[in-house]
T-cell receptor, first 114, second 114 residues
Framework: AQTVTQSQPEMSVQEAETVTLSCTYD???????LFWYKQPPSRQMILVIR??????QNATENRFSVNFQKAAKSFSLKISDSQLGDTAMYFC???????????FGTGTRLQVTL | EPEVTQTPSHQVTQMGQEVILRCVPI?????FYWYRQILGQKVEFLVS????????KSEIFDDQFSVERPDGSNFTLKIRSTKLEDSAMYFC????????????FGPGTRLTVT
């Protein structure tokens, strides 16, 4: 079975600081894609960053970067220079290609404070 | 920038009634999905659709659910006889052809069954 585990239900970080959200997953597939989605209070699902499992280089998107450890099946999200607008629920997810379903973790609620 | 749209944003219905949730995927996308999120819980896959047929469905997607692409732009989810436990946020997503794995989500429809 394919599973995603986010062990931090809630986290808090001060504005301008750096925070890391953890995610582990389990799959028997060798080719797959990993994602972090952000869900603000509006409940819209917004793609933050994407990583292809066959790429060793960690993905980076402005203030967002990942630490992808394929052997450990770990995919953490680092947010640098945290902003108030980063306050949201963050979901880790993966799938095995275009046609396949996304499997989500239970989410981490991130609160950015002044 | 192209986006997935969903209507209505909020639907209130009585138990036992039929509801149709509508989605307009991104125009050049060929893969379509429905997910649901019960309040406070993770996002769960319901069904994927490609080439005018269901490609995968979850255990949640029982005989009460159906999907249709009635024309070249719309993608609908029908719940025939709603139950209280169908109350959730329903997200439509779409993905373009190719193994990028990336899915773009609509803003969601909040379904409340009373």
């Amino acid at each position: 079975a394919q599973t995603v585990t986010q062990s931090q239900p809630e986290m808090s970080v001060q504005e301008a600081e750096t925070v890391t959200l953890s995610c582990t997953y389990d799959t028997s597939e060798n080719n797959y894609y990993l994602f972090w989605y952000k869900q603000p209070p509006s409940r819209q699902m917004i793609l933050v960053i994407r990583q292809e499992a066959y790429k060793q280089q960690n993905a980076t998107e402005n203030r967002f970067s990942v630490n992808f450890q394929k052997a450990a099946k770990s995919f953490s999200l680092k947010i640098s220079d945290s902003q108030l607008g980063d306050t949201a629920m963050y979901f880790c997810a993966f799938n095995t290609g275009t046609a396949s379903k996304l499997t989500f973790g239970t989410g981490t609620r991130l609160q950015v404070t002044l | 920038e192209p986006e997935v749209t969903q209507t209505p944003s909020h639907q209130v219905t009585q138990m036992g009634q039929e509801v149709i949730l509508r989605c307009v995927p991104i125009s050049n996308h060929l893969y379509f999905y429905w997910y649901r999120q019960i309040l406070g819980q993770k996002v769960e896959f319901l069904v994927s659709f490609y080439n005018n047929e269901i490609s995968e469905k979850s255990e949640i997607f029982d005989d009460q659910f159906s999907v249709e692409r009635p024309d070249g732009s719309n993608f609908t989810l029908k719940i025939r006889s709603t139950k209280l436990e169908d109350s959730a946020m329903y997200f439509c997503a779409s993905s373009e052809q190719g193994r990028t794995g990336e899915q773009y989500f609509g803003p969601g429809t909040r379904l409340t069954v009373t």
